[in-house]
């Protein structure tokens, strides 16, 4: 079974840029989480989405970010404009359910540098 | 709101030697817990996990894990460690009910040395 797939996994940009990320989850998982990773940090949510739906994105900075899942299946993370302070590790989750305890299948990240 | 608490931010260990990644909690309600691995350059995988029943719990490459409900620990342990366990550990709880985030501690880094 594939996993969850990301890209890029690197991206280098200058401050005031957008930015784009992009998330295939596992083939027939309703829920898909957006986490941000800082450096030294644990993952921290971003946003939720089962289905389509975004069911929680209350740490979502919505004045830069924004995020869609169509046909809810591939989800994209979009920053516009990057600052210096969004450096940091972007993770896609994906699981069946949206239940505490589906387990979460992680993909590898992007690894977003702000200059 | 729940925290977590992961004492130690890196533990340098030799081949063969034991280890114990300490993990605390704070929740007002009964929790699932969690312990993820994070390979270089890999997305995090899940090690194992504490639902229910039994306090100890295992993985499949020799951790385990004990539920300490009155200490509110989920600290883990290995009793002999490989080169190949070098990696960064994540502690996560999540409060028992749908519809709620996976709540993450800062990490520890292993380094097992030869």
């Known amino acids: 079974e594939a996993g969850v797939v990301q890209s890029p996994r690197y991206k280098i940009i200058e401050k005031k840029q957008p930015v784009a990320f992009w998330c295939n989850p596992i083939s027939g998982h309703n829920t898909l989480y957006w986490y941000r990773q800082n450096l030294g940090q644990g993952p921290e949510l971003l946003i939720r989405y089962e289905n389509e739906e975004a069911v929680d994105d209350s740490q979502l900075p919505k004045d830069r970010f924004s995020a869609e899942r169509l046909k809810g299946v591939d989800s994209t993370l979009k920053i516009q404009p990057a600052e210096l302070g969004d450096s940091a590790v972007y993770l896609c989750?994906?699981?069946?359910?949206?239940?505490?305890?589906?387990?979460?299948?992680f993909g590898p990240g992007t690894r977003l540098t702000v200059t | 709101a729940q925290s977590v608490t992961q004492l130690d931010s890196q533990v340098p260990v030799f081949e063969e030697a034991p280890v114990e990644l300490r993990c605390n909690y704070s929740?007002?309600?009964?929790?699932?817990l969690f312990w993820y691995v994070q390979y270089p350059n890999q997305g995090l995988q899940l090690l194992l996990k504490y639902l229910s029943g039994s306090t100890l719990v295992e993985s499949i490459n020799g951790f385990e894990a004990e539920f300490n409900k009155s200490q509110t620990s989920f600290h883990l342990r290995k009793p002999s460690v490989h080169i190949s366990d070098t990696a960064e550990y994540f502690c996560a709880v999540s409060e028992g009910k749908a519809g709620t985030a996976l709540i993450f501690g800062k990490g520890t880094t292993l380094s097992v040395s030869s």
């Open positions: 989750a994906s699981s069946l359910g949206g239940g505490a305890r589906d387990e979460q299948y």
């Open positions: 929740s007002s309600v009964s929790v699932y």
